[in-house]
């Protein structure tokens, strides 16, 4: 592997990984305030990514102007998926698990009937072709999605910390108990992080499908990078979800570069296997913000 | 059990035995519900792994392995008995090792470690094209023997395996129920209810808990064996198909966690309601019995449908 493809490979992974930290927050925050593990999270960014697509299909717009209509279309499952999580049984992690394992497949099902299996792809004119910039190529629609996706995760780095509804949501994540206690409306910032992390998955959707093709199995691959990277960073931690989301992409472009594509599936299960056993105390323990 | 269920179970049991001569040895419906008696072998299997205390999300990878050994051992020119056995083996021997190394983690991180494997498998399936045939996989597996000594009707192609897949069915059931009654039975139940406790008395956890994952790892994998012998190729997304991993949670949790028929009676309702009455009408649909049994499963029963039947307790042998 030469210097320049190693460079080649790192730029574009820390592009890509920008979209993973996007893509990770919306898992990431609803284990914070639910202690559940939502492995519906990649069908709903897949579900996301098939509006978008249908509503590009439909109008031709830019890509970028469909964002917020596919981040707003997921509010009304966010109320859903709410009411479901707040009826889990103990233990939490296990029995929400079972319950986004059973969301995941009626998801998958649904998109297969509405769109039938078919490989999709937002492949606009206006994403394609390549930057120079020191001797690095880079490609256009991978830059538009990093600085899209860096956007939206500033936006809400500046919404949890600075406004008051942001940090409610900060306090029960860190303790439910402790939050309720101080007087924090905790059932109001839970529906408020459904919210929000949904809107992410719709947004985080219409960004992916200009990326790679969707078809209606492929949010299983997405849950687990959210998992691996929410391993890696902790909840609720917005810096280093970043860090590690750059981290996963380069690493990603690096199999790939070094392997060639068909072994990034196996790398992938193969990270989190190894996180989980490495951190094997448990997701939730011991984080703080 | 009470007597109703074991009457139940009978009917069920004799209505299986006589299904071949009925359809007039149709290969279609032998298929589907050969299938589905593997399924409930399987969910029979994950059903006692979770009686140990862990819950699986990844048995495609026993199923799998089972399959994949058992189909390179009889394509090496092993007989094909010889061959499931071999895989039901590695189907053990790779549920002991992920049990092994991940013997730290519990409950929820236990069922992603065993979703991961399940996709680590799959991955090595479809990249090791030397020895898996890589995403093509291996064809040409010969059928199972017809036995001499009974009509050749009922062990010939699908009345074979159907024959075969029911006895399995039965075989693993009653080694789960001798479990239930036994030390191992108890020793497992120990290990579910209160870890800590239980090696305080002296049962030590980890041991109990290997076993569970090997045992449930052979059973799946001699099913995995079976299956391939029965479709006669191996594919990575046929055996370590994710279908593998969620159809046994589904039917265990929706049978009734931790009892000793209800798996097995969920599978074959399960399967047969989505493979025949929605499959050929709303082909795209036709998982939703598995996703709804899943969602209502969790919210409204959970002690599974045995909690529905009055007098009975899930947990109770």
């Known amino acids: 592997m030469s210097l320049n493809t190693l460079a080649q490979a790192l730029v574009s992974g820390a592009l890509l990984g920008c979209f993973y930290t996007l893509m990770a927050l919306a898992f990431s925050m609803i284990l914070g305030v639910t202690r559940a593990l939502n492995l519906s999270h990649g069908d709903l960014i897949i579900l996301g990514g098939y509006l978008g697509y249908w509503l590009w299909s439909g109008s031709g717009l830019h890509p970028l102007f469909l964002v917020p209509v596919a981040g707003a279309a997921l509010l009304p499952l966010a109320l859903l998926w709410h009411w479901l999580f707040h009826r889990l049984p103990e233990p939490r992690e296990l029995s929400s698990l079972v319950l986004t394992f059973g969301l995941s497949l009626l998801l998958q099902n649904i998109m297969l009937a509405l769109w039938r299996g078919e490989y999709r792809l937002i492949a606009s004119e206006s994403l394609t072709g390549s930057l120079a910039l020191a001797g690095l190529r880079l490609n256009q629609g991978r830059l538009v999605v990093a600085a899209a996706a860096l956007a939206v995760v500033g936006a809400l780095y500046l919404g949890l910390t600075r406004t008051r509804w942001g940090r409610a949501i900060r306090a029960t994540s860190l303790d439910r108990e402790a939050a309720a206690l101080l007087g924090i409306n905790v059932d109001e910032a839970t529906r408020t992080t459904f919210l929000l992390a949904f809107c992410l998955s719709g947004v985080a959707g219409v960004l992916f499908a200009t990326l790679h093709y969707l078809y209606p199995a492929g949010g299983i691959e997405l849950t687990l990078l959210a998992i691996v990277l929410t391993i890696w960073a902790g909840v609720g931690r917005l810096r280093s979800v970043l860090v590690a989301g750059i981290l996963l992409g380069v690493v990603e472009a690096l199999t790939v570069a070094w392997s060639g594509p068909r072994w990034r599936e196996l790398v992938v299960s193969l990270m989190l296997l190894a996180s989980l056993l490495a951190r094997s105390g448990g997701l939730a323990r011991g984080w703080s913000h | ?317």
């Open chain 2, 1 to 317: 059990m009470g007597r109703r269920g074991w009457i139940g179970a009978g009917l069920v049991a004799a209505a299986l035995l006589v299904l071949p001569p009925l359809t007039g040895f149709h290969p279609y419906y032998l298929y589907l519900v050969s299938t589905a008696l593997l399924f409930g072998t399987v969910a029979t299997s994950w059903n006692l792994l979770a009686y140990a205390g862990q819950i699986s999300f990844g048995h495609a990878a026993f199923f799998g392995l089972g399959g994949y050994g058992a189909a390179l051992a009889s394509l090496g020119g092993l007989s094909p008995w010889v061959a499931i056995a071999l895989g039901g083996a590695v189907g053990a021997v790779g549920a002991a090792g992920i049990s092994l190394a991940s013997a730290r983690l519990r409950g929820a991180y236990l069922a992603l470690a065993t979703l991961a494997y399940a996709e680590i498998w799959r991955g090595i399936a479809h990249n090791w094209t030397a020895v898996s045939g890589g995403g093509a996989g291996l064809i040409g597996i010969p059928p199972l023997p017809t036995l001499a000594w009974l009509p050749v009707d009922f062990t010939r192609g699908r009345a074979g395996s159907y024959y075969l897949s029911l006895a399995f069915l039965v075989v693993v059931i009653a080694v789960f129920g001798g479990i239930l009654r036994s030390r191992v039975g108890l020793a497992f139940a120990a290990v579910r209810e209160e870890e800590e406790r239980a090696s305080l008395l002296g049962v030590r956890a980890l041991p109990w808990k290997v076993l569970a994952f090997a045992l449930s790892g052979l059973f799946s994998g001699l099913a995995g064996g079976l299956y391939v012998h029965m479709v006669r190729v191996v594919e990575p997304d046929l055996v370590f198909n994710r279908y593998f991993s969620i159809l046994p949670l589904v039917m265990a949790t929706f049978g009734g966690l931790h009892t000793l028929l209800g798996p097995a009676m969920a599978a074959l309702g399960l399967y047969l309601v989505s493979e025949l009455l929605l499959h050929p009408y709303v082909p795209a649909f036709h998982q939703l019995p598995y996703a709804l049994a899943l969602i209502a499963v969790v919210l409204y029963l959970p002690g599974g449908l045995a909690g529905l039947l009055p007098g009975k307790r899930s947990g109770a042998a």
